[in-house]
């Protein structure tokens, strides 16, 4: 799309994200800070480990933008498509994983459904389309300001049985932002993913027009971090996954296999740039490892446990010749006298 300005470079905004929560929540920072370290999986977690259970996430895709018809539904459904196969081990582009690397490939279990109920039970298709004023929004504190009423957001579904997605505008060149669990408050929890980075079909950046974006930021929200683990440049601890190889830095775009010019891993097969929650294109990424399924997978069974026993994707069942008064638009207030004509909304 010959309007849209190309991006250089995939930027996360998670790392700042981070960095700022822990001044804004010192508390809830200390406790992900302990929790980086995985300690050893609990039986439950072992135990899912073992079976082939796929667990359904309900989402909500909130599009957040002057116009949010611009992000048509095909759009969306296009892009939980992508989440679906990517979470799947499915993705076509996998034939492309280095033979180095085919063991390694991981298959994290998970699908995602867009909502098919509202948290007060009304039945939905999972897109939320909130006008607002705002041209873009700050990455600041995970794009805060896109998630509340009075700054031109859009409110969160309960998070504890939808994963919210926010799609807006974003400043700063900022592809996404996904909140590491528990250290962002309840309402501020989910994945923020820029509109024209967004599915695979419609107005879409070329280098991220494959719905990686929200793969990778995705990956955050289930609490994996960027391989380079964002640190001081080190190779270690990294990422805190050990088959990830160590990395100092980024790679961007989309080398040649293999990539030997990072000093944390000089030799052959050198770093994993093809690595979803690296910054390589979208159409150059196709792989979670098996440790980054196993931490991802403690974090569902963890923080996000109640996103597996939710109702969300459950279908309201609806009733023949069935109404309810939803609001009194008139009268507003106490009629003492004389007759009222009421205006109501029936739903
Ligand atoms: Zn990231
Ligand atoms: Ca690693």
């Given at each position: ?126 897109i939320d389309r909130v006008t607002t004023a705002v041209s873009s929004f700050s990455e600041d504190n995970a794009a805060v300001l896109g998630k509340l009423a009075a700054s031109g957001g859009a409110v969160a579904w309960d998070p504890t ?49 494959l719905g990686r974006t929200l793969t990778h930021e995705t990956g955050h929200y289930f609490n994996l971090l960027h391989p380079w683990g964002d640190g001081d440049g ?114």
């Open positions: 799309f010959s309007g849209l300005p190309a991006l250089a470079q995939r930027t996360c905004g998670t790392p700042l994200a981070i960095t700022q929560a822990q001044k804004a929540y010192p508390k809830r920072f200390a406790i992900y800070r302990r929790n980086l370290r995985l300690g050893p999986p609990s039986e439950a977690l072992k135990k899912y480990q073992r079976g082939t259970a796929i667990a359904v996430i309900p989402v909500v895709v909130h599009i957040v933008l002057k116009d949010p018809t611009v992000v048509t539904d095909a759009q969306v459904q296009s892009q939980i498509a992508v989440l679906n196969t990517d979470y799947s081990a499915d993705n076509a582009d996998s034939v492309k994983i280095p033979q180095v690397w085919k063991s390694l490939f991981g298959d994290m279990r998970i699908q995602f459904c867009l909502a098919e109920r509202t948290p007060d039970g009304n039945p939905s298709d999972g049985r939808y994963m919210n997605i926010w799609v807006c505008n974003i400043a700063d060149n900022v592809l996404g932002i996904g909140t590491p669990p528990g250290l962002y408050p309840a309402d501020e929890d989910g994945v923020v993913v820029l509109y024209t980075a967004f599915g695979t079909v419609g107005t879409l950046l070329p280098d991220y027009n080190t190779c270690s601890p990294g990422d805190d996954v050990d088959d990830t190889p160590p990395e100092s830095a980024p790679v961007y775009d989309c080398p040649s296999f293999p990539y030997l010019k990072d000093p944390c891993s000089p030799a052959s097969p050198g770093v994993m740039f093809m690595n979803f929650m690296g910054y390589a294109n979208d159409d150059c990424m196709d792989l979670f490892t098996v440790g980054q399924v196993a931490r991802a997978q403690a974090a569902l069974l963890g923080p996000h446990a109640s996103l597996l026993t939710s109702d969300g994707c459950q279908p309201v069942i609806l009733a023949n010749l069935d109404a309810a008064l939803g609001s009194i638009s008139s009268p507003a207030g106490k009629i003492c006298t004389g007759g009222v004509s009421p205006v109501v909304t029936l739903r």
